[in-house]
């Protein structure tokens, strides 16, 4: 496995994995990817800014992502005045509990340490106790449960919101 700087050329591969995750219907919102169109616009947009964006390749396959946008750039705001990112990672199922996801949030988290960032955060459905573990061993506490969802799978979930401060 490697991990390494997401570029434009994975544009397809990152669609896929999308694809892949969302129509698990267990751990996002939405059925779906995003328009791979939507999601180049993104990319062409942000890469650019030296952005914690990663990819996990196992024999040139793409098995996992990871990303961390400024609030700003999602167009988020929550009234302290600072920016903060926010938090997004995807894993194919068949290379999930093998350390992927670590691997992914230390690289991330250095990366958003270099850029200065004081704080991320993420949302994360409470029945994905696996995620929260690993979030909680990277020092991310609870911050507030967020209203009730219905998952793609049909499947009522509450989301929470956890929070990770930085230096």
């Given at each position: 496995?490697?991990?390494?700087?997401?570029?434009?050329?994975?544009?397809?591969?990152?669609?896929?994995?999308?694809?892949e995750?969302?129509?698990?219907?267990?751990?996002?919102?939405?059925?779906?990817?995003?328009p791979?169109?939507?999601?180049?616009?993104?990319?062409?947009?942000s890469?650019?800014?030296?952005?914690?964006?990663?990819?996990?390749?196992?024999?040139?396959?793409?098995?996992?992502?990871?990303?961390?946008?400024?609030?700003?750039?999602?167009?988020?705001?929550?009234?302290?005045?600072?920016?903060?990112?926010?938090?997004?990672?995807?894993?194919?199922?068949?290379?999930?509990?093998?350390?992927?996801?670590?691997?992914?949030?230390?690289?991330?988290?250095?990366?958003?340490?270099?850029?200065?960032?004081?704080?991320?955060?993420?949302?994360?459905?409470?029945?994905?106790?696996?995620?929260?573990?690993?979030?909680?061993?990277?020092?991310?506490?609870?911050?507030?449960?967020?209203?009730?969802?219905?998952?793609?799978?049909?499947?009522?979930?509450?989301?929470?919101?956890?929070?990770?401060?930085?230096?």
């Open positions: 496995m490697s991990i390494r700087k997401l570029r434009i050329s994975d544009i397809e591969a990152l669609h896929r994995l999308f694809a995750v969302s129509a698990e219907g267990e751990f996002l919102l939405r059925a779906e990817a995003p791979i169109e939507q999601m180049r616009a993104m990319l062409l947009r890469l650019p800014l030296d952005l914690p964006q990663f990819v996990a390749e196992v024999e040139s396959d793409l098995v996992g992502s990871i990303e961390v946008f400024p609030a700003s750039f999602c167009g988020m705001k929550d009234g302290s005045g600072e920016d903060f990112g926010v938090l997004g990672m995807q894993v194919k199922k068949a290379h999930r509990n093998r350390g992927l996801g670590g691997n992914l949030m230390e690289v991330a988290l250095e990366h958003c340490r270099r850029l200065d960032m004081r704080r991320v955060e993420l949302t994360v459905l409470k029945s994905n106790a696996t995620a929260i573990r690993l979030y909680e061993r990277f020092a991310f506490r609870w911050l507030t449960d967020l209203p009730p969802v219905t998952l793609p799978n049909g499947r009522t979930d509450q989301p929470q919101k956890m929070r990770l401060l930085l230096g």
